[in-house]
C-alpha cells in the first residue's frame, strides 16, 4: 500500500515535471529512470494497444481498464504480460521487460493512469 | 484552362485573392480538382486525419475530432470523393476529401475494427468486436439499415475480423472465436441472406479477398495455415491451403498481428504472412499449396505487392518494426533491407506504384520511397501516423 502511493506521488510529480530522468520507484524496489518510463509509456500505448487498443479499452485481446482488471491480482496480471497466455495471441514480453518494468505497468494499468497521462 | 487547387488552409487566402482577379477578368472559373491522385493518413494519436496527394507529395489538410484511431481503416466511396473511416472506438467517419471536412460522424458500435462498402456503393458495412457483429449503413447518410449479430449455434458471441466486399452485393467475414466464415447478401440490405461455413479452423485472426473477388482467404492464429473459400463455387465449402508449414516446430510470440488487408498475389503466385515464423509463405494460386517459403527479418505483419507485382514488400512486428524488405518475385531473394525508421506501420503505393509510402509512427512523420532506386524522396510530418488509404482503393474488389 505505501509503495503504492509513493508510486502515485511520483507519478503525479513526473507529470509536472516532464520526462527529465527522474527515476520512479516499482514495488519491487527497483529504479525505473524517467526515459525508461517514457519508452514504457510508449509501449503501452502503442504496442499493447495494438491488440488492447490505445485506450486499452479492448480489441483482439480483452480492455485493461482498471474497471475490466478489478479484482485479479497484480502478480497474476505481472505474470501473464512477461509470460503470455499459451493458446491465446497474448505473447510473452520477458524478453523487453524487466518484472519491474511489468509490475509498474500493471500498476499504470490499475491505476487507469495511460488516459490521463496522454 | 486547368487551376490547380491548392487546398492547404495557409494558402486559402492567396487563392482567393487569385479568384477575385479571375473574377474581375469575368471568367468566373471554379476550382476544379479531381480525387485519383488523393489519400489519408490516419493519425492515430491525435484521432486526426491528413488529406494528402501524391502528385506533390505533401498534406492538403488536416481534419481532428474521429476519436480513436488506433487501428483505424478506411474505404473510399465509388467516385473516390469520399473517404469512410472506422476508428477502434466504434466511430463510422465520413470525410469529404474536396472540401477537407467531416460530412458526418456516428459511434456505431463499443469497439471496431473495420469496414468495407458494397459493390453499387450503397451499403457500408463496420465489423465490430463489442457488440460481436456487422452493422450496414446507408453509404449516403450513415443511417443505419440493418445488423448481423455473430452469434454462432452455441449461443456464443464472436469478434468479427476480415469483413471485405465480393460481386453480387455481399459482404464476406470471419468470426474469430467460433471460426467461421460467413457470406452476407445485402441485395436486399433490410434482410441480408447468410450463408455460414462452420468449422474453418481456429481463430481466424483476419482475411481477404483476391482481386477478382473470387477467393476470400482467413488467416488462421490457432493452428497453421489458412481457410479458403470459393465465391465462384460456394457449396465446395473452404478448405485449407498451406496447413503443414510449420509441423513440428515451437511457433514464435507474435507481438503484433499481422494483416490481409491487401493481398499481395503475383503472377501465379500469393504471398502471405506466416504467424509465429519470421517467414513469407508463398502459395501457388492454382493448387493452392505452398511452394516456397522466404526467411524474411521479423513476424512479418503486411506482405504488400508494389502493383505490378515485380516486388512484394514487408513490414515487421516489433522488436522488428524498424525494417521493411523487399522480395523480388522472380528470384525469392531479398533485394533491400530498409530502416527507414521507428515504427514502421503501414505501406501504401500510388496507384501505379512509382512511389510507396510508409507511416514512421514513433518518427512522427510519413516517409514517400522511389520503388525503383528506394530513395526516399518526401517525407511529410504526421502525429503517430498509422493507416495511409488512397483512392484508388476506391475502384478495387475488396478494398
Given at each position: 500500500?505505501r509503495?503504492?502511493?509513493?508510486?502515485?506521488?511520483?507519478?503525479s510529480?513526473?507529470?509536472l515535471i516532464?520526462m527529465?530522468g527522474?527515476a520512479?520507484?516499482?514495488?519491487?524496489?527497483v529504479?525505473i529512470?524517467g526515459?525508461?518510463?517514457?519508452?514504457?509509456l510508449?509501449?503501452l500505448?502503442?504496442?499493447c494497444?495494438?491488440?488492447?487498443?490505445l485506450?486499452?479499452?479492448?480489441g483482439?485481446?480483452?480492455?485493461?481498464?482498471p474497471?475490466?482488471l478489478r479484482?485479479?491480482?497484480?502478480?497474476?496480471l505481472?505474470?501473464?504480460?512477461?509470460?503470455?497466455?499459451?493458446?491465446?495471441?497474448?505473447?510473452?514480453?520477458a524478453?523487453?521487460l524487466?518484472?519491474?518494468?511489468?509490475?509498474w505497468l500493471?500498476?499504470?494499468?490499475?491505476?487507469?493512469?495511460?488516459?490521463?497521462r496522454? | 484552362?486547368?487551376?490547380?487547387?491548392?487546398?492547404?488552409?495557409?494558402?486559402?487566402?492567396?487563392?482567393?485573392?487569385?479568384?477575385?482577379?479571375?473574377?474581375?477578368?469575368?471568367?468566373?472559373?471554379?476550382?476544379?480538382?479531381?480525387?485519383?491522385?488523393?489519400?489519408?493518413?490516419i493519425?492515430r494519436?491525435?484521432?486526426?486525419?491528413?488529406?494528402v496527394?501524391?502528385?506533390?507529395?505533401?498534406?492538403?489538410?488536416?481534419?481532428s475530432?474521429?476519436g480513436d484511431?488506433?487501428?483505424?481503416?478506411?474505404?473510399?466511396s465509388r467516385?473516390?470523393r469520399?473517404a469512410?473511416?472506422?476508428?477502434r472506438?466504434g466511430?463510422?467517419?465520413?470525410?469529404d476529401?474536396?472540401?477537407?471536412?467531416?460530412?458526418?460522424?456516428?459511434?456505431?458500435?463499443?469497439?471496431?475494427i473495420?469496414g468495407?462498402?458494397s459493390?453499387?456503393?450503397?451499403?457500408?458495412?463496420?465489423?465490430?468486436?463489442?457488440?460481436?457483429?456487422?452493422k450496414?449503413?446507408?453509404?449516403?447518410?450513415?443511417d443505419l439499415?440493418?445488423?448481423?449479430?455473430?452469434?454462432?449455434?452455441?449461443g456464443?458471441?464472436?469478434k468479427v475480423?476480415g469483413?471485405?466486399d465480393?460481386p453480387?452485393?455481399r459482404f464476406v467475414?470471419?468470426?474469430?472465436?467460433a471460426g467461421?466464415?460467413?457470406?452476407?447478401?445485402?441485395?436486399?440490405?433490410?434482410?441480408?441472406?447468410?450463408h455460414?461455413h462452420?468449422?474453418?479452423?481456429?481463430?481466424?485472426?483476419?482475411?481477404?479477398v483476391?482481386?477478382?473477388?473470387r477467393?476470400y482467404?482467413a488467416?488462421?492464429?490457432g493452428?497453421d495455415?489458412?481457410?479458403?473459400l470459393?465465391?465462384?463455387?460456394?457449396s465446395?465449402?473452404v478448405?485449407?491451403v498451406?496447413a503443414?508449414?510449420?509441423?513440428?516446430?515451437?511457433?514464435?510470440p507474435v507481438?503484433?498481428?499481422?494483416h490481409?488487408?491487401?493481398?499481395?498475389?503475383s503472377?501465379?503466385?500469393?504471398?502471405?504472412?506466416?504467424?509465429?515464423?519470421?517467414?513469407?509463405?508463398?502459395?501457388?494460386?492454382?493448387?493452392?499449396?505452398?511452394?516456397?517459403?522466404?526467411?524474411v527479418a521479423?513476424q512479418?505483419?503486411?506482405?504488400?505487392a508494389?502493383?505490378?507485382?515485380?516486388?512484394?514488400?514487408?513490414?515487421?512486428a516489433?522488436?522488428?518494426?524498424?525494417?521493411?524488405q523487399?522480395?523480388?518475385?522472380?528470384?525469392?531473394?531479398?533485394i533491400?533491407?530498409?530502416?527507414?525508421?521507428?515504427?514502421?506501420?503501414?505501406?501504401?503505393f500510388?496507384?501505379?506504384?512509382e512511389?510507396v509510402?510508409?507511416?514512421v509512427?514513433?518518427?512522427?512523420r510519413v516517409?514517400?520511397?522511389?520503388?525503383?532506386?528506394?530513395?526516399?524522396?518526401?517525407?511529410i510530418?504526421?502525429?503517430?501516423?498509422?493507416?495511409?488509404?488512397?483512392?484508388?482503393?476506391?475502384?478495387?474488389?475488396?478494398?
Open positions: 500500500m509503495a503504492n502511493s509513493r508510486i502515485r506521488q511520483r507519478l510529480r513526473i507529470i516532464g527529465t527522474l520512479a520507484t516499482a514495488s519491487t524496489g529504479e529512470s526515459t525508461r518510463q517514457a519508452a514504457l510508449n509501449l500505448k502503442q504496442d494497444g495494438s491488440c488492447h487498443g485506450t486499452m479499452k479492448g483482439l485481446g480483452p480492455a485493461l481498464t474497471e475490466a479484482g485479479k491480482p497484480a502478480s497474476m505481472r505474470e501473464v504480460v512477461l509470460r503470455g497466455r499459451p493458446g491465446t495471441p497474448m505473447p510473452p514480453w524478453p523487453f524487466s518484472e519491474s518494468e511489468a509490475e500493471i500498476e499504470v494499468l490499475l491505476k487507469g493512469e495511460i488516459n490521463a496522454r | 484552362m486547368r487551376v490547380d487547387k491548392r487546398t492547404s488552409i495557409t494558402k486559402l487566402a492567396a487563392a482567393s485573392i487569385l479568384l477575385c482577379v479571375a473574377m474581375l477578368y469575368g471568367c468566373v472559373t471554379p476550382q476544379l480538382r479531381a480525387t485519383g491522385d488523393l489519400g489519408i493518413i493519425e494519436a491525435d484521432g486526426s486525419v491528413q488529406i496527394d501524391t502528385t506533390h507529395q505533401r498534406s492538403l489538410a488536416k481534419i475530432g474521429l484511431l488506433s487501428h483505424a481503416s478506411a474505404v473510399y467516385d473516390a469520399y469512410y473511416v472506422f476508428g472506438d466511430g463510422l467517419t465520413k470525410i476529401l474536396l472540401n477537407a471536412r467531416i460530412e458526418k460522424r456516428i459511434i456505431q458500435a463499443g469497439n471496431s473495420g468495407a462498402i459493390q453499387d456503393g450503397k451499403i457500408v458495412a463496420t465489423s465490430n468486436y463489442e457488440p460481436g457483429g456487422v450496414l449503413f446507408d453509404a449516403a447518410t450513415l439499415i440493418s445488423e448481423i449479430p455473430a452469434v454462432d449455434r452455441a456464443k458471441h464472436s475480423v469483413l471485405v465480393a453480387g452485393n467475414f470471419s468470426l474469430f472465436e467461421e466464415i460467413w457470406v452476407a447478401d445485402v441485395r436486399d440490405p433490410r434482410q441480408p441472406v447468410l455460414k462452420l468449422n474453418i479452423g481456429r481463430q481466424p485472426y483476419d482475411g481477404t483476391t482481386r477478382d473477388g477467393h482467404v488467416g488462421l492464429f493452428e495455415g489458412l481457410a479458403l470459393d465465391l465462384w463455387n460456394e465446395a465449402g478448405k485449407r498451406a503443414a508449414y510449420g509441423k513440428g516446430s515451437q511457433p514464435l507481438y503484433k498481428m499481422p490481409l488487408d491487401n493481398w499481395a498475389m503472377q501465379t503466385s500469393a504471398y502471405v504472412p506466416a504467424v509465429g515464423r519470421h517467414e513469407v509463405i508463398v502459395i501457388d494460386t492454382h493448387t493452392w499449396l505452398d511452394k516456397a517459403h522466404i526467411p521479423g512479418p505483419v503486411f506482405v504488400v508494389r502493383p505490378d507485382g515485380r516486388h512484394i514488400w514487408v513490414n515487421y516489433p522488436p522488428h518494426n524498424d525494417t521493411v523487399v522480395i523480388d518475385v522472380l528470384t525469392h531473394q531479398i533491400q533491407t530498409l530502416h527507414p525508421g521507428k515504427a514502421i506501420l503501414h505501406m501504401e500510388t496507384p501505379r506504384g512511389q509510402w510508409l507511416s509512427r514513433d518518427d512522427d516517409d514517400v520511397y522511389d520503388t525503383e532506386t528506394f530513395q526516399r524522396i518526401a517525407s510530418p504526421a502525429a503517430k501516423p498509422s493507416g495511409i488509404f488512397f483512392t484508388y482503393r476506391a475502384h478495387r474488389i475488396g478494398l
